[in-house]
């Protein structure tokens, strides 16, 4: 049984530039959430979908966006990309109710 | 302040040692994750908790509601236990810990 898959593994990207991040949850799950990690921080909520929607969101600006797909697979878009946004960006899928959270590898972006 | 604090934020210890790793939340939560993070990345869920104690071969993890308080303990510790251990209360999101960088010398 698969767990969370996160594609790509890593990523380089130009100033500006806009990216496109992928997740597939862990079978049975219908919930996804993603983290931004920075070099030697804890992560941080970016947001959660559930049912299509976002269901919450972080202190995220909204160059950072997202989309569920009815497969429960998950996309995070970064428009005009910033050196800041460099990290590893971490999904993590889930049952609605919270329970069961297991995590993907991340992907790390490094913006140049 | 944090909602979640760890301590402490780097140990370095023997291999063999008894390792404890403390977490405080301010929030209210309905469980609480302990996570493993090797360099890379990858995090390993090692253990979700609600009350009481849960044990898993050498890792051992206590939560107790009322304090808001969360213990990791790690007995005969071994070089391949280092790693970040990441504290993460759960209500209806989950909140990361910035983590304790473990190191275990041979």
């Known amino acids: 049984d698969a767990g969370v898959t996160q594609s790509p593994t890593h990523l380089i990207k130009t100033r500006g530039q806009q990216v496109t991040l992928r997740c597939s949850p862990k079978?049975?799950?219908?919930?996804v959430s993603w983290y931004q990690q920075a070099l030697g921080q804890g992560p941080q909520f970016i947001f959660q979908?559930?049912?299509?929607?976002?269901?919450q969101r972080g202190n995220f600006p909204d160059r950072f966006s997202g989309h569920q797909f009815p497969n429960y697979s998950s996309e995070l878009n970064v428009n005009a990309l910033l050196l800041g946004d460099s990290a590893l960006y971490l999904c993590?899928?889930?049952?609605?109710?919270?329970?069961?959270?297991?995590f993907g590898s991340g992907t790390r972006l490094t913006v140049v | 302040k944090n909602e979640v604090e760890q301590s402490p934020q780097n140990l370095t210890a023997q291999e063999g040692e008894f390792i404890t790793i403390n977490c405080s939340y301010s929030?209210?939560?309905?469980?609480l994750h302990w996570l493993q993070q090797h360099p890379g990345g990858g995090i390993v869920s090692l253990f979700m908790?609600?009350?009481g104690k849960k044990k898993h071969g050498r890792l051992i993890a206590t939560i107790n509601i009322q304090e808001k308080h969360s213990s990791l303990h790690i007995t005969a510790s071994h070089p391949r236990d280092s790693a970040v251990y990441i504290c993460?209360?759960?209500?209806?999101?989950?909140?990361f810990g910035k983590g304790t960088r473990l190191h275990i010398l041979p």
């Open positions: 979908y559930y049912e299509e929607e976002e269901r």
């Open positions: 993460a209360p759960e209500d209806d999101k989950i909140i």
């Open positions: 993590a899928s889930s049952l609605v109710e919270g329970y069961g959270y297991t």
């Open positions: 929030v209210g939560i309905s469980a």
């Open positions: 908790l609600s009350s």
């Open positions: 079978s049975g799950h219908d919930t």
